[in-house]
């Protein structure tokens, strides 16, 4: 059957644009695969642009436009306009920057409103951001939420609801259309981190009426380990926004040296240090993997590879708990199982060339990047964790002791 629904896969052509490693790789969700472009891609960079044109390259090969010019195909991929995206620094630096901006636009002082909701669970980068803004604003107040009681939390106190789309643990998603409705009901703002979503669902940015969003690059983007992130700010909002991190490459006329910051139009205006440019080359040939490729296909695909890996364990692996949404519309590109040792489980997956990751106390998480897996790949996977737990090879006390110290 995985092979039939291989043959019939729109998205098949896509696996051909990766440099797909030995096993079954399934921790996408985590670093995606390289691109077979991005080698010539970052070597052209380094070794024509950079090594021949050297300083003419801002301007001869666009490097001063890339953190804008990316955002074309980038777009599509999580229902934006292009000039509603930028690349620029790391997710977690874009976190702040929104956020303080949103603690500081001129609804945010005049209300005094002073309180940034999040999920108790979040992501732990995110948290991290909240704690860090509340000690350097003035104020401040990160209230911690139940994830049912996220919506009954937005009241004329909040500024900013700031939550992560996918559940990286479960997978499982939040409705990002209703709760950024509830928090502009109240006059907040809300702020999504979509990396567990950008490049595997079909992501709707400006439909879901969302106000500002995150994502990193190194995941379901390919963008490689480290890549540059990106950022959102829906139109309507970018005149009342300022980033509290102004930077040259966010100046107005940045050639102009000016000793006072005016910043740009649009938004440029989110960009702070010169552009990484060997890493957005990378992160242009990840981009690169979705040419001809619809969000539409990608949901679909994640929904149907996901589902024949939770019902291909069930027949296999009884003894393990699901602990993902059992419908595919509820959860992203991945699927987690619990297991009191699930580490050493995963070790033995990894050995035998099944790649998936442990998220502590007792997961098993497996993620399937909808342009590189196969379905067949989902049955192997399978078939090799019956395998783990009916050998009882997890048992293996080199794993136990690598749990040790890692």
Not at 8 to 34: E, I, Q, T, W
Not at 288 to 303: D, N, S, W
Not at 372 to 400: M, N
Request: hydrophobic share 50%.
């Amino acid at each position: 059957m995985a092979r039939a629904l291989d043959a019939a896969d729109p998205l098949g052509f896509a696996r051909g644009r990766f440099a797909v490693p030995d096993g079954v790789y399934l921790d996408g969700n985590s670093l995606g695969m390289r691109p077979r472009a991005a080698a010539a891609r970052v070597a052209a960079t380094v070794e024509r642009e950079w090594g021949e044109d050297l300083i003419t390259s801002w301007t001869k090969h666009g490097w001063i436009d890339w953190p804008t010019a990316l955002a074309e195909p980038l777009a599509r991929l999580v229902g934006a306009s292009a000039d509603e995206l930028a690349w620029a620094d790391s997710t977690s630096i874009n976190l702040t920057k929104l956020a303080v901006a949103a603690l500081q636009s001129s609804g945010g002082r005049a209300s005094g409103r002073r309180v940034i909701v999040t999920e108790a669970r979040n992501f732990p980068t995110d948290l991290y951001v909240a704690q860090g803004i509340s000690t350097l604003v003035p104020g401040v107040e990160v209230r911690h939420v139940a994830r049912e009681a996220l919506a009954e939390a937005m009241s004329d106190e909040v500024a900013l609801l700031m939550l992560t789309h996918v559940d990286y643990r479960s997978g499982e998603r939040h409705d990002v259309a209703a709760l950024s409705a509830a928090a502009r009901t109240v006059g907040a703002l809300s702020l999504w981190d979509l990396s567990h979503s950008a490049g595997a669902l079909d992501c709707r940015l400006e439909e879901w009426g969302a106000d500002l969003a995150v994502g990193c690059g190194y995941k379901y983007l390919n963008g490689g380990p480290g890549a540059p992130a990106w950022l959102y700010v829906r139109r309507a909002h970018q005149p009342r926004l300022d980033n509290p991190l102004p930077g040259w490459m966010g100046h107005a006329a940045p050639f102009a040296f000016d000793g006072t910051y005016r910043p740009a139009d649009g938004m440029r205006r989110w960009l702070t240090g010169t552009p990484p440019v060997i890493a957005l080359a990378a992160v242009a040939a990840g981009l690169a993997t979705f040419e001809g490729v619809e969000p539409g296909a990608l949901e679909a695909k994640a929904g149907a590879l996901t589902e024949l890996f939770i019902a291909e364990v069930a027949a296999r692996c009884p003894v393990l708990a699901l602990a993902a949404p059992r419908e595919a519309s509820a959860r992203g590109a991945q699927v987690s199982f619990a297991h009191p040792d699930a580490y050493a489980i995963v070790q033995a997956l990894i050995a035998r060339g099944v790649v998936g990751d442990f998220r502590a106390p007792d997961l098993m998480r497996f993620g399937f990047a909808p342009l590189a897996t196969r379905f067949e790949d989902a049955v192997i996977a399978a078939e090799a964790l019956a395998g783990v737990l009916s050998s009882g090879a997890w048992r293996d006390p080199a794993y136990a002791a690598r749990k040790a110290v890692t």
